[in-house]
């Protein structure tokens, strides 16, 4: 666009009848009489003639640790999409000015952008890149001395002085404020643990490479070609993270349903995997190990009666629960691994099936699970119902306390969930009159929050709208809203 305008303004002035086939002639003639850039050519002659010198490196490499620091920093800030650390953005480098408060060495705020393009390498063929739009480590250099030359009361003869007191004092400064924030991030994401970082490390490397189109996400297809490697998973498992089940990995860390995942939400997830394997790194080699030892060699499988037998055993109960998996916890998880895998199942589907059950956003639905299996239990007439006494018995007990309480949910009156969820007043409870009123006190109670910046995911709430009067328990509460009490 401005080349354009340079070319219709010396058209319009310089050619006779705005002839444009003398367009080359005109623009040269408009060149030549304005004398259009030749002091930015000035500048950048005579920044190159003083730092492109040996006392301008040996600045330079006293404070390259430092430099390199900033420059790898500062160009993680405002990337470009798909263009994630490739180089320090104009964004990146106004910033880091703002920061090291720039304008009070005597350079005016409308030279940074001047600095910026004095520090570039400029190759006029190229019009597709990003190249022009961003400073490489070199530019970057350029750059800061550029913006020592552009200071007022700028001495030619003291610019090597003048470009070490800059990097020494203003831009030290920064350097400490970036790595105070830096802690600070690595504080959230667990630095104090050093395990986590051989963790994020493999994720961004495995990230990059999946990255192809470097849109800066990975959509479904790109996560399982990478992620569905053989190294990749066994790099995995040596860290101590499970990755057998792809699809529904990828499934888990896209909660917001875009059908793509960016590096930061990759990073989290996976750390999150890393805490709640803690403790469960035995239960996953028992099972391994276990599985191994009893599967068909020609195939690695287990049918899923070979697979209960196994597990069922009361040397390997004993084992499982000395690792904190109890009788209920096992026989969840034969129910999920019955659900999802009929016939046989692999050692890999089946720890997959395991460290489902311990992702702490299924809580509601393992204790409706839980809830499930109470409710076959006390249905001793198979009618599909409990009573109120039948109610009281299934749920009013030690054993449905605990659970619950483990897996962090509230316990709620079972008395008043019989009284407020009987929909048809029949005095009899159905599942699906228990699972509706108990559901929306659940997956209520979870905490959801906003991710990177997108909105918080849709709370799962159950339809109550067919709720009858609520009066009946002493409560006001309008239809489709259930107020349920709970234990303290």
Same mark, same amino acid.
């Not at 367009?23 to 003639?29: H, I, K, M, N, W």
């Given at each position: ?5 340079l070319?219709?303004?010396g058209v ?10 003398q ?7 408009l ?13 950048r ?5 003083r ?30 999409p ?16 703002n ?19 004095v ?12 190249c022009?739009?961003?400073l ?8 800061l ?24 004092e203003?831009?030290?400064?920064a350097?400490?404020?970036?790595l ?8 959230r ?8 970082l051989?963790?994020?490390?493999? *994720?961004?490397?495995? &990230?990059?490479?999946? @990255?192809? /189109?470097? =849109? $800066?996400?990975? !959509?479904?297809? #790109? ?11 066994e ?7 499970e990755?057998?089940? *792809?699809?529904?990995l &990828?499934?888990?860390? @896209?909660? /917001?349903? =875009? $059908?793509?995942? !960016?590096?930061d #939400?990759?990073?989290?997830?996976f ?14 080699s028992?099972?391994?190990?276990t ?7 020609d ?7 070979e697979?209960?037998?196994?597990f ?8 499982l ?38 992702d702490?956003?299924?809580?509601a639905?393992?204790g ?6 109470l409710?076959?239990?006390a ?6 119902t409990?009573s109120?006494s ?34 048809n ?23 959801v ?5 997108k ?8 339809d ?14 309008p239809?489709g ?8």
């Open positions: 666009q401005f080349l354009e305008a070319v219709r303004v319009r002035r310089f050619a006779k009848g705005n002839d444009t086939r367009a080359a002639t005109a623009v040269q003639t060149v030549e009489r304005t004398r259009l850039g030749e002091d930015a050519v000035g500048v002659r005579s920044l190159q003639e730092l492109f010198t040996e006392e301008g490196c040996l600045v330079c490499r006293e404070n390259r640790g430092m430099l390199e620091a900033l420059f790898e920093r500062y160009k993680k800030l405002y990337p470009y798909g263009r994630s650390h490739q180089g320090l953005t104009y964004g990146a480098w106004l910033q880091l000015l920061d090291i408060g720039a304008s009070e060495t005597g350079i005016s705020s409308r030279d940074f952008g001047f600095a910026f393009a520090g570039k390498e400029h190759c006029v063929d190229d019009l597709m890149s990003f022009h739009m961003e490489s480590w070199p530019e970057f250099l350029a750059a001395g550029a913006v020592v030359q552009l200071q007022e009361g700028f001495e030619q003869d003291s610019f090597a002085d003048m470009l070490s007191d800059f990097f020494s203003q831009l030290m400064e350097h400490g404020k970036q105070a924030s830096c802690r600070r991030e690595n504080a994401l667990g630095e104090q643990n050093p395990s986590y051989p963790v994020l490390e493999l *994720v961004a490397r495995v &990230f990059t490479e999946a @990255d192809v /189109d470097q =849109s $800066g996400t990975l !959509t479904a297809p #790109e996560f399982r070609r990478c992620f569905s490697q053989q190294s990749v998973q790099n995995m498992r040596d860290l101590g993270l990755v057998s089940d *792809v699809n529904v &990828f499934q888990q860390f @896209d909660r /917001d349903g =875009s $059908g793509e995942v !960016t590096l #939400e990759l990073s989290e997830a750390v999150k995997m890393k805490v709640r394997m803690r403790g469960l790194e035995r239960a996953v028992f099972f391994r190990r599985f191994a030892e009893k599967a068909k060699r195939s690695g499988l287990l049918s899923l009666d697979f209960k037998a196994v069922s055993h009361e040397k390997a109960t004993k084992k629960q000395s690792m904190g998996v109890g009788v209920e916890d096992l026989q969840e998880l034969f129910e999920d691994v019955a659900a999802d895998y009929p016939i046989e199942l692999s050692a890999d589907q089946l720890v997959s099936a395991f460290l489902r059950m311990h702490p956003t299924r809580r639905e393992r409706l699970s839980f809830l499930r299996r409710f076959k239990e249905d001793l007439d198979g009618n599909g409990l109120r039948e109610t009281k018995q299934a749920f009013c007990t030690e054993r449905a306390t605990l659970k619950i309480r483990r897996l962090q949910l509230p316990v709620p009156e079972w008395l008043d969930i019989f009284d407020e969820c009987d929909l007043e029949d005095n009899a409870l159905s599942w699906e009159e228990l699972r509706d009123g108990v559901g929306a006190l659940w997956y209520n109670s979870l905490p929050q906003p991710r990177h910046g909105p918080a995911p849709q709370r799962i709430t159950p109550l709208s067919q709720r009858r009067t609520w009066g009946r328990t002493g409560r006001n509460s239809p809203r259930p107020k349920i009490s709970v234990k303290t």
